[in-house]
């Protein structure tokens, strides 16, 4: 900073779980690692008008969310798809990225946890592909948020390879949202349209002994997407103290430490 001849910006060293009080109140407090939950002391330090910006984890989606807050919740006044490494400290709750082959794993957050065996031994069994029918002609940003609440709710992180060994090619090159449970590993993967070569269609696979529920259960959240998108705009994230807020029609209800995230379509009006 002084190399650069700026004067006007204080540089603490510290836990940024606990803010900086002696600055409060402050107009905005911007966080650039992805907060797992909402530290109540940057909610003590925000002025009573000031909005907080921050990368807020839920299942292992993470959108950097501007907040006000109204009586102790937070309501969004915007959602942007983003990605950061998460928070360390006293409000780490790491994200676990567990090997199931040289090529393949999985990450998982919220303390959710695998078996790396039982997947590995999935991805060497009985598989299913189910082609929805639905073309990817829009944005795919909302749909992780259909899939959600799917027991085993996770992210599949492939390489090129796992195509070479004769697995489904995942939805995008890092992989692909997807399930891991006791008896499947699901994801979502593409082909090109049948009926327009400009455009991929969306399909489902699964490994395992339950490879054909698992395809079933995604196929059935990307057509409740597909009929919903046309009249979705984005979603209002909203951050109650633990155990409350009104989860009627939310798209996914995260129950944190101390809070509890629900989130909501909006639609066109």
Known sequence: MAAAGIANVDMVCGDGEYGWAPGAPYDRIIATAGAWEIPQ???????????????????????????TANEGVWFSRSAVNCGFMPIRGDGAMPERNIRIAEDLSVRVD????????????????PS?????????????DLLDFWLAELDG??????????????????????????????????????R??????????????????????????????????????TSITGVR?????AG???????????DKRNSRVVVKPERET
């Open 110 to 125: 919220d303390g959710y946890d695998v078996d790396a065996e039982a997947l590995a031994h999935a991805v060497a069994g």
């Open 41 to 67: 002391a940057w909610a003590e330090q925000l002025a009573p008008d000031g909005v907080l910006v921050v990368p807020l984890r839920m299942k292992g989606i993470t959108r950097s969310v501007a907040f």
């Open 244 to 254: 409350q807020g009104d989860t009627a029609g939310a798209l996914m209800t995260v």
């Open 153 to 190: 709710f996770c992210r599949v992180l492939a390489r090129g390879t796992v195509i070479e060994r004769g697995l489904a090619e995942p939805l995008n090159g890092w992989g692909s949202m997807g399930v891991a449970t006791a008896d499947a590993l699901g994801y979502l993967t593409k």
């Open 128 to 140: 299913a592909v189910v082609w929805t029918g639905v073309r990817i002609d829009s944005s795919l």
């Open 192 to 229: 090109t349209s049948l009926d327009n070569p400009h455009l991929f269609e969306l399909g489902t696979c699964a490994y395992g002994p339950g490879a054909a529920g698992t395809c079933a259960a995604l196929t059935e959240r990307i057509r409740r997407w597909a009929d919903a998108r």
């Open 237 to 241: 994230i909203e951050v109650y103290p």
